[in-house]
């Protein structure tokens, strides 16, 4: 049976941050950071905007482009994140009543770092695939915080990408999925932690690059592909050099990887970045495209998809807001005050 | 006295060995010297390691190196003068067999400095200035080295552009060392352009936090053919060198003066009756770039003042009249404090047995090695020499 994404939207908050600013109030150097790891700004959530406000504006997007799927026939829905509003009450909740898709559907959060979108996608197909559910909603999304003056602070930025999953009506065929994973603690955050941990240089090798070449390497092997058989890569992006770095070691070209390369000017959304960098691929795709997705989770693991896009995508692509457009346009630049006041970095009277 | 000759010695790649352990690299390194020494066995251990404590949580390295070595029950030390510990070390190893004590000794240097992030690689090195009146100002050795660097330009107008020519020779040496952490060519623009981390040293004129080690294999000259079954060229040691300094750098008269380095060299050159002139090939401490042209000064290659001038113009490179570091030095090939002095001697000896291929000091007999703790209140310094 053909699985793959029937409907799919992203939401990108207009907010930004410029690399110059967070540096300015650092005392850090700026160019080092736009020329070492290709970030020149990030998305700030608004005081509204959080894993579930996204969630529910990205999957609006995705039931407009599904070609009127009714809402209660979504019978599972799973959002991967790191920055689930509350530690103890699912976010999942939440978004299905909003949608409209209560009460006949499954639901459960998922955390796996950055990895946790791309797994909920990967379940949420599955469970189409295996007859469980008609329709299946994934989700990445992320409100991610980085400490005050660490690395991750000029990256660590808040999107989310929504893809409702069926068995017809198809806008991109699942071909292929795989996934690699081992135990390679290279950034955590323990419970009441408010900003995660990280352990420096060993998040690149050993982590990222580790894993997003090893799920690459397996499903290239898998569907007996090579990188010329894509029209389009996706990967993992916590800052503009890591994609580009490893899609060059794998052997794909930056035209390749060029729709689908947000984090310079979108920062690193987590478990919404390979997401949005998929939607964005979409809204450029034509049909009978192949897309390669890779998405990495701190812990660490990767999950890897095959997509091939069908002649559905050019009656879709306009019928919802673009992932390029919202990146693009009607930006609002945030000093570092409103910064931290929309990030909760002020400390409030109690 | 006995004559101690150096008959075997052992490296590996260096980096960021994560995939390895502080014991594996010692056993490693150790291993590889054992083989090239083609010994049979050891009668004790030295291992130089300035911070197992911080860096991993581990001391009592004697006698946990002498048993994933399989060598317990034999004696192990562990010696420690911060950033000297491995030239410490030999300097230890090399009395032990001078003095007839033991007739083989194995001196190993190690340190695993990127299981940590690098503000508590940063606070570790620390512990070695001043913790009373120097750490308690928050400054670190980029910040000590910084004040040397600014006091050596304002009394001799030297320019960052001829600091940054040390970093510059050094990675073009390391780049054809195969145990070279960053083994890549660099311009005096990309010195200059780097980013700087405490004016006026940017970030390409400071030497790295590296995972590594080294080791060597130590006997009297006399029972060289008995013990080494290997036959590779024995290298003499005919001069050892120590000396203490104040490790506040405030306590000097001369920020820009390294006195350690100075009466350590003349206690070297004075024992093997040599001069600074004899010397064909130097390995020194360029822990920062600093560092390399304030050492060759005090080791009398060059007049106070004029070693700035002398690496610009060329007169350090390989091929110069006074080559020093051809290994790539602290720069390129990187810096695992505890390994480094060891490291030293195991390129040395490379030299003086001709093995090095492209970075080779033609017919070199007669070798230097300087290795520093701090800012310069340890200095052990040793000749060695062809036979």
């Not at chain 1, 000017?265 to 970045?273: D, K, R």
Request: net charge negative; glycine share 12%.
């Amino acid at each position: 049976m053909e699985v793959g994404i029937v409907g799919y939207g992203s939401s990108i908050p207009r907010q930004r941050i410029k690399v110059e600013e967070i540096a300015k109030v650092w005392g850090a150097d700026a160019p080092s950071y736009k020329k070492g790891l290709m970030l020149y700004e990030k998305s700030v959530p608004a005081p509204d905007q959080d894993v579930i406000s996204m969630s529910v504006e990205a999957s609006r997007r995705a039931l407009k482009r599904s070609g009127g799927v009714d809402p209660q026939d979504i019978g599972a829905i799973y959002i991967g994140s790191e920055s689930h509003p509350y530690a103890v009450k699912p976010s999942g909740t939440v978004v299905a009543e909003a949608l409209g898709a209560t009460p006949a559907i499954h639901c459960a959060d998922m955390e796996f770092a950055c990895k946790a979108g791309s797994e909920g996608m990967f379940v949420a197909m599955s469970l189409v695939k295996a007859g469980e559910v008609q329709y299946a909603l994934g989700i990445g999304a992320d409100t991610s915080q980085g400490a005050p003056g660490d690395a991750l602070e000029y990256s660590a930025a808040a999107g989310a990408a929504a893809f409702i999953m069926g068995n017809s009506n198809l806008v991109a065929v699942c071909d292929f999925t795989d996934s690699f994973m081992t135990d390679t603690p290279d950034f955590w955050r323990r419970e009441y932690m408010h900003y995660p941990r990280h352990a420096g240089r060993f998040t690149g090798e050993p982590a990222y690059f580790s894993h997003t070449i090893g799920a690459a390497n397996a499903i290239l092997k898998k569907s007996g592909m090579k990188p010329d058989d894509f029209t389009y890569a996706v990967f993992h992006q916590p800052n503009g050099k890591f994609p580009q770095r490893v899609g060059k070691m794998l052997g794909f070209t930056n035209e390749q990887m060029e729709p689908g390369w947000l984090s310079p000017w979108l920062g690193n959304t987590y478990s919404g970045a390979s997401p949005i960098g998929l939607t964005a691929t979409l809204d450029v795709a034509k049909p009978g495209d192949r897309i390669l997705m890779v998405s990495y989770g701190s812990g660490s693991g990767s999950d890897a998809f095959v997509w091939t896009v069908t002649d559905r995508i050019d009656e879709v692509r306009d019928l919802a807001g673009k992932t390029r457009v919202m990146l693009d346009n009607d930006k609002y630049y945030l000093e570092y005050g409103a910064y931290a006041k929309c990030r909760g970095k002020i400390r409030m009277a109690e | 006295m006995r004559d101690v000759a150096v008959i075997g010695v052992g490296m590996m790649k260096w980096g960021e060995l994560w995939e390895k352990s502080l014991r594996d690299i010692y056993v490693e390194a150790s291993l590889n010297a054992i083989d090239d020494a083609g010994v049979d066995h050891i009668d004790s251990l030295y291992i130089g390691c300035m911070s197992g404590g911080l860096f991993n949580g581990q001391e009592h390295l004697g006698s946990l190196m002498a048993d994933y070595l399989g060598l317990g029950p034999v004696p192990a030390v562990r010696v420690e003068s911060a950033c000297a510990s491995g030239g410490l070390a030999f300097r230890q190893g090399w009395m032990e067999v001078a003095s007839g004590i033991s007739d083989v000794v194995l001196v190993g240097g190690v340190e695993k400095m990127t299981d940590i992030s690098g503000d508590e690689a940063t606070y570790a090195l620390s512990t070695a200035a001043d913790q009373t009146y120097e750490g308690y100002h928050g400054i670190t050795f980029p910040g000590l080295y910084a004040m040397i660097a600014r006091a050596y330009m304002d009394l001799y107008g030297a320019t960052s552009e001829q600091l940054a020519a040390v970093a510059v020779k050094n990675h073009l040496n390391g780049s054809n060392n195969p145990y070279a952490q960053y083994p890549h060519k660099i311009t005096v623009e990309q010195v200059v352009n780097s980013v700087m981390v405490a004016d006026p040293l940017h970030i390409l004129d400071c030497s790295p936090i590296t995972d590594g080690a080294a080791a060597v294999i130590l006997c009297p000259m006399s029972m060289v053919g008995d013990l080494s079954k290997k036959n590779s060229p024995a290298v003499k040691v005919t001069g050892s060198g120590h000396s203490t300094d104040t490790i506040a750098l405030h306590a000097r008269d001369d920020l820009t003066w390294l006195g350690s380095t100075e009466r350590a060299a003349a206690a070297a050159f004075k024992m093997a009756g040599r001069t600074p002139a004899d010397i064909q090939v130097t390995e020194v401490h360029d822990c920062f770039t600093i560092a390399e042209i304030c050492v060759t000064e005090a080791l009398g290659y060059f007049e106070r003042g004029k070693g700035a001038e002398a690496v610009a113009s060329g007169q350090t490179a390989i091929g110069g009249p006074v080559p020093v570091n051809p290994s790539g030095g602290l720069k390129s090939k990187g810096h695992p404090v505890g390994a480094t002095g060891v490291a030293q001697i195991v390129e040395l000896v490379k030299q003086l047995r001709g093995e090095c291929d492209e970075r080779q000091i033609t017919g070199a007999r007669l070798a230097l090695a300087q290795n520093m703790g701090g800012s310069g209140g340890s200095t052990v310094v040793h000749i060695l020499e062809g036979v």
